[in-house]
């Protein structure tokens, strides 16, 4: 059997606060912290293998706690494998994003101040460092995260 936990961004569905780029990894990482106590809670074993799905722009939450996991104390009594990491439709750089070159083209000064800005996400970078068995699963009529995502995530 499995057990699956689907946790929502900040500020979509059921969660509080304001949706932000900058609190989806620091989010990522206190859910995987409070992973132990939520298997044991529901009756599981607290060392149940961990395998991340991120779908579209939650790619870069599964990958970016893929690429953490047995670097760091992710969860509480230490080191933790994670068993395998499926990146659906995955985010691999915004900036190459159709949306964003749309802005980009309709607003030449939004798309400068936003290039200004580090983004948040290193994605791309931090998919180099995943160890675990990774499935990358993309459509090719994807108009949001187009096929080429899926392609750098893979190399």
Known sequence: YAAVLCPEFRGYGWSGGSPKLSTLLPD???VMQALPGILEGAGLARDAAIVLHGRSLGSACAVHLAS????????????REVAALVVESGVMSLMDLPMYRQ??????????LLSAEPCPLNTLAEMRNVSAPTLVVH???DDISPMEQAVSCHQ
């Open 28 to 30: 990522a990482e206190a």
């Open 68 to 79: 953490l996991a047995g670097q760091r104390h992710l969860l509480e009594g230490g080191r």
């Open 103 to 112: 802005l980009g083209a309709l607003m030449p000064e939004m798309r400068q």
């Open 139 to 141: 459509g090719d009529e």
